[in-house]
């Protein structure tokens, strides 16, 4: 059973540049959070994503926006990189119907802004 | 809005001796209670969880309580090993009759274990 899984696994980018991060959900789920995770400090919601609509969003500007496809795999995207953009970005997928609604996190990508 | 309160790391144990890790909480509703687990330069892994008050969480000789009455969820092992040195997170979410469907995590404590 394939567990959540995201690309690339290290990016380097730009300062003005834009990105893409990829995740698979877990074999099952429907649904796909995004969470950012600065370096010594815990993760914090970006959006997620159900029914390829946005169902909820955290303080974040819209530089950070994101998709959802048919066989539920999501992108996250972020347009004109800040150095405080720098940090793991952690996928986490779940099923709506569970009723503790646990999430499962993939292994992260850490994005480098320069 | 819901918050997440954890003990203050780093915390340093011997092999076999017993660990606490403190969390509580401030939540609307009656959310779901979490620890996720971080080894160096991986994802989060789900320990263990509750549901609802009074429900004890465990996996891997790990356990927590969800006390309603203090908003408590105390990470606790009898016996710990030097492979359970990783950073902990206490988190909680769920729909809890509303419409916020997040995690909100603590800041993390990390453990080392000494052989």
């Known amino acids: 059973d394939a567990g959540v899984t995201q690309s690339p696994t290290h990016l380097i980018k730009t300062r003005g540049q834009q990105v893409t991060l990829r995740c698979s959900p877990k074999?099952?789920?429907?649904?796909v959070s995004w969470y950012q995770q600065a370096l010594g400090q815990g993760p914090q919601f970006i959006f997620q994503?159900?029914?390829?609509?946005?169902?909820q969003r955290g303080n974040f500007p819209d530089r950070f926006s994101g998709h959802q496809f048919p066989n539920y795999s999501s992108e996250l995207n972020v347009n004109a990189l800040l150095l405080g953009d720098s940090a793991l970005y952690l996928c986490?997928?779940?099923?709506?119907?569970?009723?503790?609604?646990?999430?499962?996190f993939g292994p992260g990508t850490r994005l480098t802004v320069t | 809005g819901n918050s997440v309160t954890q003990m203050e790391g780093p915390v340093t144990l011997s092999e076999e001796a017993f660990l606490t890790i403190n969390c509580t909480y401030t939540?609307?509703?009656?959310?779901?209670l979490f620890w996720y687990v971080q080894y160096p330069g991986e994802g989060l892994q789900l320990l263990l969880k509750?549901?609802?008050?009074?429900d004890k969480g465990s996996n891997k000789g790990f356990e927590a309580t969800y006390r309603k009455e203090t908003t408590s969820f105390h990470l606790e092992k009898g016996s710990v090993q030097v492979s359970d040195s990783a950073v902990y997170f206490c988190?909680?979410?769920?729909?809890?009759?509303?419409?916020?469907?997040?995690?909100?995590f603590g800041k993390g404590t990390l453990l080392t274990v000494n052989p």
């Open positions: 986490a997928s779940s099923l709506v119907l569970t009723a503790a609604y646990e999430q499962y």
């Open positions: 074999s099952g789920h429907d649904t």
């Open positions: 994503y159900y029914e390829e609509e946005e169902r």
């Open positions: 939540a609307t509703g009656y959310p779901s």
């Open positions: 509750a549901t609802k008050a009074d």
């Open positions: 988190a909680l979410g769920g729909k809890s009759g509303g419409s916020n469907y997040k995690l909100t």
